[in-house]
Structures are given as C-alpha cells and as structure tokens.
C-alpha cells in the first residue's frame, strides 16, 4: 500500500479509518443505527457490511440505552466496540452505560478491567431541525472523569482520530459534525493515528489567539483568512480533544499574542468556551492584554426557522468583529 498523500472527503476518512483498523485487528466491530445506510451516517460505512459481515456490523433498532450498553458489555469483554449514534442528541437515553458505567470501571477495578469502547455521536445542526436533533453535547461528556472528547475538524484528523479511539483502552467520545462531511484534505493511505490531548496551530500569528474545535475550527480557519487583509496576524489553534485539554499550546500562544478569542459551537454557560476561560485565567492572567473574548451559541434551544438560524449559529463575521474590537481595545 502507497503511503502517499491524496485529497480525500472527511467522511470517506472516517470509512476508510474503520476499514483499515478493522482490517488489522478482528476484535473491532461496529453497532448502532443505520449503520448499513450511506444516508443515515453520512457515506462513513460505505462498503463495511459487505466486507466484514453482519457479526461485526450490527445494525440495530432504535434504542441507544440497550444498544450502548451492548457496546460497553463488549468492551469489558474483551472486544474493542464502536457505537454510532446519529444524532448525539439521543445519547442522553445512554447516560447510564456511557457515564456511570464505562467511565468508571477503569477506577473502580483499580486499573484492572479497561473499557475500550468508542462512543461516536454525529452532531447535526441546522437544516430547520430544531431544538431536539441540533445539540453539540461535548460540553457535556467533556465534564464525566474516565472519558476522552475527541472532536476532528479536518479529514486528515477524522481519520486519525478514529483510529486512536479505537486503539485506546478506554471509553472515547468521538464527536463530529455533519457539516464537516463534505470538506476535503490531504489523508495518508497508510493508517496512522493523531494523538489524543494534543492540539495543532494551523495558522501562526502575533496579534491575536484564536482557539476552535470541530466545525467552529473550520469558521475560524476563514475568519482568520479574512483577517490577515485587515492587518490582524491570528494565530489559529485547532483543540482536536476536548478533554484532555491541550492547556499548554494555549498559554504559550497567549504569552505571544495576549489576546485570546474561543469559539465553540456549544452554549456559553459552563461550556467547553467557559472552561478554557477558567483555566487560562486560572494559570495565564498575567498573559491578558484585555479580557477573554467567547463566541458560542446563545443560552437557549435551537430554533426551527432558517432566519433565526443564520442568527443563532457564530459566524465568520462574528469573529472577525470580535478580533478586531479586541486589538482597538489594547491599542
């Protein structure tokens, strides 16, 4: 197999990460719904069901509670699970085997019994879907001790990712965003992983910190593209993991710039923008040129009306005005 780059879409990344990894090794297999429709889960199956056969793609019934928990029971077995769920809205039926269960049994057996199980929620926001299938819930899991977030923003990332979740003996959450499917970018044939807790600079700068995750690293990335005709230098930092967070990149990034801007596709109130601001204050106030700046979700449910959604989501146009007030605040 080449080990050469080529320009791949984000979701075949992820097809081809569960192929690969399920190629080399027969313990992996994969559970949820849809998960032999290209539709239901985004063209990130294609072609598995036929390989590998329905003991180890399981296509099941809607029930995320017994189907998680089928996953997890797996896991603790001896298996390495992948369970899809969709939409990431209705893993709240699987709190159970997800945060009191899989999180705990690694502490609970004193490191004796691991759980390598890879929860893999599909965020789908937009599209006039409303409040019950829009929800970025990473903020959520990022706050369960015993679990790893994981959130890819580019092809290269989808497929690496993938594949450290699954080796990891431990219960990841790996959650994406079906905005993200149709991006292209340079993939490796070979397979290879992407460190878990480390976060990448995409774009060095000296003016301002720019720090995103998921489809928000995407927005940033052009934002910060936009910003450069204006004279303002961003340095853009893509988190990649939520939990554990990659705390040190950031402060020496805001001891260059002292300006930081967060942008997260989740809620500001005790969001994942909230922690980070908590935790750099905590440890790099002394850094801060002006305060912290988050843009996020307003406090309130996703609305059904494609008007109000152009108004409800952070926009490039967002972060642009935030970087620019910040440099005229310290100039």
């Given at each position: 197999?080449?080990?050469?780059?080529?320009?791949?879409?984000?979701?075949?990344?992820?097809?081809?990460?569960?192929?690969?990894?399920?190629?080399?090794?027969?313990?992996?297999?994969?559970?949820?719904?849809?998960v032999?429709?290209?539709?239901?889960?985004?063209?990130?199956?294609?072609?598995?069901?036929?390989?590998?056969?329905?003991?180890?793609?399981?296509?099941t019934?809607?029930?995320?509670?017994?189907?998680?928990?089928?996953?997890?029971?797996?896991?603790?077995?001896?298996?390495?699970?992948?369970?899809?769920?969709?939409?990431?809205?209705?893993?709240?039926?699987?709190?159970?085997?997800?945060?009191?269960?899989?999180?705990?049994?690694?502490?609970?057996?004193?490191?004796?019994?691991?759980?390598?199980?890879?929860?893999?929620?599909?965020?789908?926001?937009?599209?006039?879907?409303?409040?019950?299938?829009?929800?970025?819930?990473?903020?959520?899991?990022?706050h369960?001790?015993?679990l790893?977030?994981?959130?890819?923003?580019?092809?290269?990332?989808?497929?690496?990712?993938?594949?450290?979740?699954?080796?990891?003996?431990?219960?990841?959450?790996?959650?994406?965003?079906?905005?993200?499917?149709?991006?292209?970018?340079?993939v490796?044939?070979?397979?290879?992983?992407?460190?878990?807790g480390?976060?990448?600079?995409?774009?060095?700068?000296?003016?301002?910190t720019?720090?995103?995750?998921?489809?928000?690293?995407?927005?940033?990335?052009?934002?910060?593209?936009?910003?450069?005709?204006?004279?303002?230098?961003?340095?853009?930092?893509?988190?990649?993991?939520?939990?554990?967070?990659?705390?040190?990149?950031?402060?020496?990034?805001?001891?260059?710039?002292?300006?930081?801007?967060?942008?997260?596709?989740?809620?500001?109130?005790?969001?994942m923008?909230?922690?980070?601001?908590?935790?750099?204050?905590?440890?790099?106030?002394?850094?801060?040129?002006?305060?912290?700046?988050?843009?996020?979700?307003?406090?309130?449910?996703?609305?059904?009306?494609?008007?109000?959604?152009?108004?409800?989501?952070?926009?490039?146009?967002?972060?642009?005005?935030?970087?620019?007030?910040?440099?005229?605040?310290?100039?």
């Open positions: 197999m080449s080990s050469g780059n080529r320009i791949l879409q984000y979701s075949l990344a992820i097809n081809e990460a569960l192929h690969q990894i399920m190629a080399a090794d027969k313990s992996v297999f994969l559970i949820g719904q849809g032999k429709s290209p539709w239901y889960v985004g063209n990130t199956t294609g072609g598995l069901l036929k390989k590998y056969g329905a003991s180890r793609i399981i296509d019934p809607v029930s995320e509670n017994a189907v998680t928990g089928t996953a997890v029971g797996a896991a603790i077995a001896g298996m390495r699970s992948v369970v899809v769920h969709p939409r990431i809205d209705f893993m709240v039926y699987a709190f159970d085997p997800v945060i009191n269960e899989a999180a705990n049994y690694h502490y609970m057996f004193g490191g004796r019994v691991c759980v390598p199980v890879v929860i893999w929620g599909i965020v789908n926001r937009g599209g006039e879907q409303a409040a019950q299938h829009s929800q970025s819930l990473h903020a959520l899991f990022a369960i001790p015993g790893k977030v994981v959130m890819p923003s580019t092809p290269y990332d989808a497929k690496g990712l993938m594949i450290a979740a699954i080796k990891d003996n431990n219960p990841v959450l790996f959650i994406d965003d079906r905005w993200l499917y149709g991006i292209k970018g340079n490796p044939r070979d397979m290879y992983t992407v460190p878990i480390r976060a990448v600079i995409r774009k060095k700068g000296r003016d301002v720019l720090i995103s995750v998921s489809y928000m690293a995407e927005v940033s990335r052009q934002a910060a593209l936009m910003l450069v005709k204006q004279g303002i230098s961003v340095e853009l930092i893509d988190l990649r993991t939520v939990k554990p967070l990659d705390k040190e990149m950031v402060l020496r990034s805001l001891k260059k710039t002292g300006r930081l801007i967060i942008a997260d596709g989740g809620w500001k109130t005790c969001g923008a909230a922690e980070i601001s908590a935790s750099i204050s905590e440890e790099g106030f002394r850094y801060l040129k002006v305060p912290i700046k988050r843009i996020t979700l307003p406090d309130i449910p996703a609305p059904a009306s494609s008007v109000l959604e152009k108004a409800y989501y952070p926009s490039i146009g967002d972060i642009v005005s935030a970087a620019k007030k910040m440099m005229q605040k310290s100039a």
